[in-house]
């Protein structure tokens, strides 16, 4: 009777596990298209680890909400020149919960110091960090925070 | 239908089992929410009582995403267009060894419908299985001023697929590591009311996200629940439960009401939401759901 009982156990569960093979990841949403223009005020400027550079953010939709955003980084020096010659990495990242992202951030180097991330998929309420890591011709960091309702 | 021995229906026993149907609420409240962030429930549903050897059971949840509180605890509606709805299944197995040990395991099935600016996603799979652990000391009921008090103990497994292994965050299911926990249950009875304080403390272990190594500070949760159980054996509870770990905090309410189908079988239900008043949450969203559940039980 016991070994009966288990083997309806084991059936329950071995139903659940063919289930959950079924189960999907959800589809990937589409990337926004690039603006023709971003807002003159920045959402919010950072310094970069190093102080070595200021990062402006300004986004589309302003403010970000919650999901599909694009995001323009102008990056300058401490006299206020674009700095040119970097690559630049963006991580969106939930630091109270320790999750990113599904979307990886597409980075296109507009010139002029001026980087466009998109998209910027920020898909949960809360606050958010915007990591970024620069290489080339200089190599730091930075991090912007902003919240999305 | 074989009926139970009568030393497993005196009043002790039927006291006893209603402090277990309130603990049987307490796990809805915490597990449904935001499977890529909330661990699975610390109290698996299918507790057995004393005089049960075996259970195996169904649970299914649906949660209403209605609001998020800020970093800096204010609280704000979800704004128009945006929405989230959050469900799970679950399969629940439990046993006994001996008097004082139970184990239970719960399989979960999660998945999101989430709107929001720009995409619509629906996805969901295996979320993280948990496995739980109930050492009852002194058992409720026993002695009119000692309580019941158990210890127990469990993990999370990272069965369930993160937001970074998605394509869509609709498609989280699991934290990405591990989180055990330790806690402690009080219960007592005083005629057919009961009170049941329980507390948690859990800890998810770090995890790896690209180059990034992510840890996590201890969660500590605590759910107060106290009901009354009639004298069929329906039992009606309501209960609170607080979390709070690092920059998160969130308090939810709700009310359950569990009633037995014979001696084999035991329904339940659960209504619960999360509290939206600034300052009762942190870094978390809010929202409203109902619970149901099924167990059948060996003795």
């Given at each position: 009777?016991?070994?009966r009982?288990a083997?309806?156990?084991?059936?329950?569960?071995?139903l659940?596990?063919?289930?959950?093979?079924?189960g999907?990841?959800?589809?990937?949403?589409?990337?926004p298209?690039?603006?023709?223009?971003?807002?003159?005020?920045a959402?919010?400027?950072?310094?970069?680890?190093?102080g070595a550079?200021?990062?402006?953010?300004?986004?589309?939709?302003d403010?970000?909400?919650?999901?599909?955003n694009v995001?323009?980084?102008?990056l300058?020096d401490?006299?206020?020149?674009?700095v040119?010659g970097?690559?630049?990495?963006?991580?969106?990242?939930?630091?109270?919960h320790?999750?990113?992202?599904?979307?990886?951030?597409g980075?296109?180097?507009?010139?002029?110091?001026?980087f466009?991330?998109?998209?910027?998929?920020l898909?949960?309420?809360?606050?958010?960090?915007i990591?970024?890591?620069?290489q080339?011709?200089?190599?730091?960091?930075?991090?912007?925070?902003v919240?999305i309702? | 239908?074989?009926?139970?021995?009568?030393?497993?229906?005196?009043p002790?026993?039927l006291?006893a089992?209603?402090v277990i149907?309130?603990?049987?609420?307490?796990?809805p409240?915490?597990?449904?929410?935001?499977?890529?962030?909330?661990?699975t429930?610390?109290?698996?549903p299918?507790r057995?009582?004393?005089?049960?050897?075996?259970?195996?059971?169904?649970?299914?949840?649906v949660?209403n995403?209605m609001?998020?509180?800020?970093?800096?605890?204010n609280?704000?509606?979800?704004p128009?267009?945006?929405?989230?709805?959050?469900?799970e299944?679950?399969l629940?197995?439990?046993?006994?060894?001996?008097?004082?040990?139970q184990?239970?395991l719960?399989?979960p099935?999660?998945?999101?419908?989430?709107?929001?600016?720009?995409?619509?996603?629906?996805?969901?799979?295996l979320?993280?299985?948990?496995?739980?652990?109930?050492?009852?000391?002194?058992?409720?009921?026993d002695?009119?001023?000692?309580?019941?008090i158990?210890?127990?103990?469990g993990?999370?497994?990272?069965?369930?697929?993160?937001?970074?292994?998605?394509?869509?965050?609709?498609?989280?299911?699991?934290?990405g590591?591990?989180e055990?926990?330790?806690?402690?249950?009080?219960?007592?009875?005083r005629g057919?009311m009961?009170l049941?304080?329980?507390?948690?403390v859990?800890?998810?272990?770090?995890?790896s996200?690209?180059?990034?190594?992510?840890?996590?500070?201890?969660?500590?949760?605590?759910v107060l629940?106290?009901?009354?159980?009639f004298a069929?054996?329906?039992?009606v509870?309501?209960?609170?439960t607080a979390m709070?770990r690092?920059?998160?905090?969130?308090?939810?309410?709700?009310?359950a009401?569990?009633?037995p189908?014979g001696?084999y079988?035991r329904?339940?239900?659960t209504?619960?939401?999360?509290?939206?008043f600034?300052?009762?949450?942190?870094?978390?969203?809010?929202?409203?759901?109902?619970?149901a559940?099924?167990l059948?039980?060996?003795?």
């Amino acid at each position: 009777m016991q070994a009966r009982r288990a083997a309806i156990a084991v059936g329950i569960v071995g139903l659940f596990a063919i289930a959950s093979g079924s189960g999907c990841g959800g589809s990937p949403p589409a990337i926004p298209p690039v603006p023709a223009s971003f807002p003159v005020q920045a959402l919010t400027t950072v310094g970069s680890t190093s102080g070595a550079l200021q990062v402006a953010l300004r986004s589309v939709p302003d403010p970000p909400v919650r999901g599909q955003n694009v995001g323009q980084l102008t990056l300058t020096d401490g006299s206020g020149q674009p700095v040119d010659g970097v690559t630049v990495e963006i991580l969106p990242w939930m630091p109270s919960h320790g999750h990113g992202t599904s979307e990886a951030v597409g980075v296109t180097d507009q010139g002029g110091g001026v980087f466009i991330a998109n998209p910027l998929y920020l898909f949960m309420a809360g606050e958010w960090q915007i990591q970024m890591k620069f290489q080339g011709a200089i190599d730091d960091t930075a991090t912007a925070t902003v919240e999305i309702p | 239908m074989t009926r139970l021995p009568q030393r497993s229906r005196s009043p002790e026993r039927l006291l006893a089992a209603a402090v277990i149907a309130a603990a049987m609420a307490l796990a809805p409240s915490a597990a449904h929410a935001q499977a890529c962030c909330v661990g699975t429930g610390l109290v698996t549903p299918a507790r057995l009582r004393m005089f049960e050897d075996y259970a195996v059971g169904m649970q299914t949840s649906v949660r209403n995403v209605m609001g998020s509180f800020a970093s800096s605890g204010n609280y704000v509606a979800s704004p128009s267009g945006n929405n989230e709805v959050d469900l799970e299944q679950d399969l629940l197995a439990a046993t006994r060894f001996g008097r004082h040990v139970q184990v239970a395991l719960k399989v979960p099935f999660v998945e999101t419908s989430r709107n929001d600016t720009g995409s619509s996603a629906f996805g969901g799979g295996l979320g993280d299985v948990a496995a739980n652990l109930r050492y009852d000391i002194t058992f409720s009921g026993d002695d009119p001023w000692v309580p019941g008090i158990a210890i127990l103990t469990g993990a999370s497994v990272p069965t369930g697929r993160t937001v970074e292994e998605s394509r869509d965050p609709a498609g989280a299911t699991g934290l990405g590591s591990y989180e055990p926990n330790l806690g402690v249950a009080l219960e007592q009875v005083r005629g057919r009311m009961f009170l049941s304080l329980t507390g948690f403390v859990s800890k998810q272990t770090a995890r790896s996200v690209g180059s990034q190594e992510v840890s996590f500070g201890p969660r500590v949760t605590g759910v107060l629940a106290g009901g009354y159980a009639f004298a069929n054996e329906v039992t009606v509870g309501a209960f609170v439960t607080a979390m709070r770990r690092s920059d998160e905090k969130l308090v939810t309410a709700g009310a359950a009401v569990a009633v037995p189908l014979g001696d084999y079988w035991r329904a339940q239900g659960t209504l619960s939401g999360d509290l939206p008043f600034s300052g009762w949450g942190l870094n978390r969203s809010t929202g409203a759901g109902i619970t149901a559940s099924l167990l059948r039980v060996w003795l």
